[in-house]
């Protein structure tokens, strides 16, 4: 007999106790869409100024498949941008995560990849855009009533082109000057990723599974710059522009195994998850610079040719445990947990410059630096669920926290190190009104590290006039965060408000400072404290089964202390972000969805204001469900911009970036297996 999927519409979008679940396999834009397109397009979703992906304002821990990726930030983006929409069954938004990740400053984003039906499952995928990408991929999938095999094969291209000014005005004791720069950028990246995952079911109560994640990513970029000093007199005195050729890869390697055991009793259950994380980052970066007669704007003769090659090596490891055991059966439960992580950073930056006289390659040592970083964190987590009468439930819990890093510059004695214990509780208490109403209280301490990134010392002089590095005395930054939420599920609607109080101590901010030499130096500082007040919504309504639409929105209001306003000029402000989401469903084969984004982000110096970029996807399946189209419009109407202002105490800062992200992508999916509805089923009988 042939295989077949058999195939369930399920909404594109549901709504469960503070659970948000975007069900990818409905969306006509995931056909063609990596795992990055499609956050960017679900509720309570943005992404500050520097890319990374937030939940509710607020940094995310990522787990796929219910397991945590221990990667750094351009790990995880590398990743993301490489892991094919298609292969993501679900993602799943928790803004107020579980015990186990309770002290992460974020909520939780699962990726639920497709684990494919009994027998024999596959699906190709192939997709090209107007913008200069393609990508081409497949998902294949056996299942036995035992072992559950399935892999993803995907590899990607894309082409991105972009501009970006800045207006400068730099104020001295006896002069005012301003500073102009004008650039463009062309990214190419080719990113193939491999997913394989293994699952063995021993007995009823013991599975176990290995997962191989690698993916890499091969860019070659290149920006040409122009720099324009003007005096006080609104004169340009000096003019140079600067071209940057950069080409490297990133390869990451990521085996995990899981084990799991469940116990006769009902609620008592056991996991254990390790993994390794192993890689490099490679990046060769060219630069040549030219300097202009100001008047004439041709070559005054003067230039200069350097170069910097970055090297990182990194070795994460994770081992971690849940246990969770009933006390009185369903009344109480205790949860607990333990695990260590590791981090192993070995890193290198060599620059060098020209001797044109000699025509030789110099050794720039104070651009150089080699040093290693190392870091341990332990744990221990116990906890208690009780199941209270009336419709109460109260989880409480507490985590003690040991962490130990040492950053070790290499030939030389240690420059950085630290030791800290933290001990971090929460506790989350919920009321059932009733089948409509629910309310809940959440308090949680959380804990953000410095990353290696933000303790590496290496100057990177991309641009000559804005150094950048970052700071090995940087101290942990704690929080107390409380949060009110309430819910609304009636029928054909549902509603989801959330307040919420957050005392931010220590906070590890980038900050930008003007030299008296008129160069600027961006690194990281932590400043005393500030108070977060925010508020949340996220509601849904079904006008029928064919119409549905959701709209999310979250504001968050920055105080800073008195004492960092007076000396470092910090400023107040509030960040803004919403989406909304619509669905159209006229048929089982026919379905249209998309969403339109804003966001305004505040920061100690300043806000950073996008425009509004939307995501259009409309599909159709051919030949009973098989053959699969589907078209994306991204940003059709205009491109993605950014633009920032900062203020110093003696500068100020206007800058505008734009990046060509108009695509209209056409993607055609086959699937390899006949797909039937449960209503073409025979013999009348329902599956559970």
Same mark, same amino acid.
């Given at each position: 007999l042939q295989n077949v999927v058999v195939y369930v519409e399920k909404p594109l979008l549901e709504n469960k106790d503070g659970k948000v679940t975007f069900n990818a396999g409905e969306s006509a $834009?995931?056909?063609?869409?990596?795992?990055?397109? !499609?956050?960017?397009?679900?509720?309570?979703?943005?992404?500050?100024?520097?890319?990374?992906?937030?939940?509710?304002?607020?940094?995310?821990?990522?787990?796929?498949?219910?397991?945590?990726?221990? /990667?750094?930030?351009?790990?995880?983006?590398?990743l993301l941008e490489s892991l094919p929409g298609g292969s993501i069954e679900r993602i799943e938004l928790m803004q107020n995560p579980p015990p186990e990740y309770g002290t992460d400053a974020g909520g939780v984003i699962n990726i639920v990849t497709k684990k494919g039906k009994v027998g024999f499952t596959g699906r190709l995928n192939v997709s090209a855009g107007t913008r200069g990408e393609a990508n081409l991929g497949a998902n294949l999938g056996y299942r036995t009533s035992k072992?559950?095999?399935?892999?993803?094969?995907?590899?990607?291209?894309? %082409?991105?082109l972009g501009y970006n000014n800045s207006y400068r005005n730099n104020y001295f004791t006896d002069s005012t000057n301003q500073f102009i720069t004008e650039g463009n950028f062309e990214n190419r990246n080719i990113r193939p990723n491999i997913r394989l995952q293994v699952d063995y079911d021993y007995s009823k109560r013991h599975q176990f599974s290995l997962v191989l994640q690698t993916n890499n990513n091969w860019f070659d970029n290149e920006s040409n710059t122009a720099f #324009?000093?003007?005096?006080?007199?609104? @004169? $340009?005195?000096? %003019?140079?522009?600067?071209?940057?050729?950069?080409?490297?890869?990133?390869?990451? +390697?990521?085996?995990?195994? *899981? &084990?799991? &055991?469940?116990? #006769?009793?009902?609620?008592e259950n056991f996991r254990l998850v390790s993994s390794i994380s192993v890689g490099e980052y490679y990046n060769d970066r060219n630069f040549f610079q030219r300097f202009l007669d100001p +008047?004439?704007?041709q070559p005054s003769g003067l230039d200069s040719f350097q170069r910097q090659i970055t @090297?990182?090596?990194? /070795?994460?490891t994770q081992l971690r445990f849940t246990y969770n055991r009933p006390l009185v059966d369903k009344v109480l439960y205790l949860n607990t947990g333990a695990g260590v992580t590791t981090t192993h950073n070995d890193n290198n930056l060599a620059s060098s410059y020209l001797d044109k006289g000699?025509?030789?390659?110099?050794?720039?040592?104070?651009?150089?630096?080699?040093?290693?970083?190392?870091?341990?964190?332990?744990?221990?987590?116990?906890?208690? *669920?009780?199941? !209270?009468?009336?419709? &109460?439930?109260? +989880?409480a819990y507490v985590q003690p926290e040991w962490t130990a890093y040492n950053l070790v510059n290499k030939g030389i004695t240690v420059s950085a190190s630290n030791q800290y214990v933290n001990w971090l509780p929460g506790f989350n208490l919920r009321k059932e009104l009733n089948k409509e109403h629910n309310l809940a209280l959440v308090y949680r301490k959380s804990i953000r590290r410095p990353t290696a990134g933000e303790l590496n010392p290496a100057v990177d002089y991309g641009d000559p006039y804005n150094w950048r590095f970052g700071n090995p005395g940087l101290s942990p930054s704690g929080a107390h965060n409380f949060d009110f939420n309430y819910g609304y599920t009636k029928g054909k609607s549902f509603f989801n408000a959330s307040l919420g109080f957050n005392l931010v101590e220590d906070i590890i901010a980038s900050i930008r400072t003007l030299q008296p030499d008129g160069k600027t130096f961006v690194t990281y500082q932590n400043i005393a404290s500030r108070k977060e007040y925010e508020a949340s919504m996220w509601s849904g309504y079904s006008f029928s089964k064919t119409v549905r639409?959701?709209?999310?929105?979250?504001?968050?209001?920055?105080?800073?202390?008195?004492?960092?306003?007076?000396?470092?000029?910090?400023?107040?402000?509030?960040s803004f972000y919403t989406t909304l989401n619509y669905n159209l469903t006229f048929s089982g084969v026919f379905s249209m969805d998309g969403s339109l984004r804003f966001s305004n982000f505040a920061d100690p110096q300043g806000r950073t204001r996008s425009n509004i970029n939307s995501n259009f996807g409309i599909q159709y399946k051919f030949f009973d469900r098989r053959l699969i189209v589907a078209f994306n419009a991204i940003d059709p109407f205009t491109p993605q911009e950014l633009t920032t202002t900062t203020f110093g105490k003696n500068f100020d800062l206007n800058s505008f970036r734009s990046s060509r992200t108009r695509n209209f992508?056409? *993607?055609?999916?086959?699937?390899?297996?006949?797909?039937?509805s449960p209503k073409g089923l025979s013999g009348g009988k329902k599956s559970k």
């Amino acid at each position: 007999l042939q295989n077949v999927v058999v195939y369930v519409e399920k909404p594109l979008l549901e709504n469960k106790d503070g659970k948000v679940t975007f069900n990818a396999g409905e969306s006509a $834009l995931s056909a063609g869409s990596t795992t990055a397109d !499609m956050l960017k397009t679900l509720p309570l979703i943005s992404n500050d100024p520097n890319g990374k992906i937030l939940l509710r304002g607020k940094e995310p821990r990522i787990l796929i498949d219910d397991k945590p990726v221990d /990667l750094n930030g351009q790990q995880l983006a590398d990743l993301l941008e490489s892991l094919p929409g298609g292969s993501i069954e679900r993602i799943e938004l928790m803004q107020n995560p579980p015990p186990e990740y309770g002290t992460d400053a974020g909520g939780v984003i699962n990726i639920v990849t497709k684990k494919g039906k009994v027998g024999f499952t596959g699906r190709l995928n192939v997709s090209a855009g107007t913008r200069g990408e393609a990508n081409l991929g497949a998902n294949l999938g056996y299942r036995t009533s035992k072992w559950n095999i399935s892999g993803t094969v995907n590899t990607g291209a894309s %082409l991105l082109l972009g501009y970006n000014n800045s207006y400068r005005n730099n104020y001295f004791t006896d002069s005012t000057n301003q500073f102009i720069t004008e650039g463009n950028f062309e990214n190419r990246n080719i990113r193939p990723n491999i997913r394989l995952q293994v699952d063995y079911d021993y007995s009823k109560r013991h599975q176990f599974s290995l997962v191989l994640q690698t993916n890499n990513n091969w860019f070659d970029n290149e920006s040409n710059t122009a720099f #324009k000093n003007i005096n006080r007199f609104g @004169e $340009l005195w000096r %003019l140079s522009v600067r071209n940057i050729a950069s080409q490297g890869h990133g390869p990451n +390697v990521n085996p995990q195994f *899981t &084990w799991d &055991w469940k116990s #006769k009793r009902q609620g008592e259950n056991f996991r254990l998850v390790s993994s390794i994380s192993v890689g490099e980052y490679y990046n060769d970066r060219n630069f040549f610079q030219r300097f202009l007669d100001p +008047v004439s704007q041709q070559p005054s003769g003067l230039d200069s040719f350097q170069r910097q090659i970055t @090297e990182n090596k990194y /070795l994460n490891t994770q081992l971690r445990f849940t246990y969770n055991r009933p006390l009185v059966d369903k009344v109480l439960y205790l949860n607990t947990g333990a695990g260590v992580t590791t981090t192993h950073n070995d890193n290198n930056l060599a620059s060098s410059y020209l001797d044109k006289g000699a025509n030789e390659w110099l050794t720039a040592p104070l651009l150089s630096n080699s040093f290693v970083f190392d870091q341990q964190v332990y744990y221990l987590r116990s906890g208690l *669920t009780w199941q !209270m009468k009336e419709g &109460w439930r109260l +989880v409480a819990y507490v985590q003690p926290e040991w962490t130990a890093y040492n950053l070790v510059n290499k030939g030389i004695t240690v420059s950085a190190s630290n030791q800290y214990v933290n001990w971090l509780p929460g506790f989350n208490l919920r009321k059932e009104l009733n089948k409509e109403h629910n309310l809940a209280l959440v308090y949680r301490k959380s804990i953000r590290r410095p990353t290696a990134g933000e303790l590496n010392p290496a100057v990177d002089y991309g641009d000559p006039y804005n150094w950048r590095f970052g700071n090995p005395g940087l101290s942990p930054s704690g929080a107390h965060n409380f949060d009110f939420n309430y819910g609304y599920t009636k029928g054909k609607s549902f509603f989801n408000a959330s307040l919420g109080f957050n005392l931010v101590e220590d906070i590890i901010a980038s900050i930008r400072t003007l030299q008296p030499d008129g160069k600027t130096f961006v690194t990281y500082q932590n400043i005393a404290s500030r108070k977060e007040y925010e508020a949340s919504m996220w509601s849904g309504y079904s006008f029928s089964k064919t119409v549905r639409i959701n709209l999310s929105a979250g504001y968050t209001y920055n105080q800073y202390t008195e004492a960092d306003r007076q000396r470092f000029g910090y400023r107040n402000g509030g960040s803004f972000y919403t989406t909304l989401n619509y669905n159209l469903t006229f048929s089982g084969v026919f379905s249209m969805d998309g969403s339109l984004r804003f966001s305004n982000f505040a920061d100690p110096q300043g806000r950073t204001r996008s425009n509004i970029n939307s995501n259009f996807g409309i599909q159709y399946k051919f030949f009973d469900r098989r053959l699969i189209v589907a078209f994306n419009a991204i940003d059709p109407f205009t491109p993605q911009e950014l633009t920032t202002t900062t203020f110093g105490k003696n500068f100020d800062l206007n800058s505008f970036r734009s990046s060509r992200t108009r695509n209209f992508r056409l *993607t055609l999916g086959w699937q390899l297996n006949k797909v039937v509805s449960p209503k073409g089923l025979s013999g009348g009988k329902k599956s559970k």
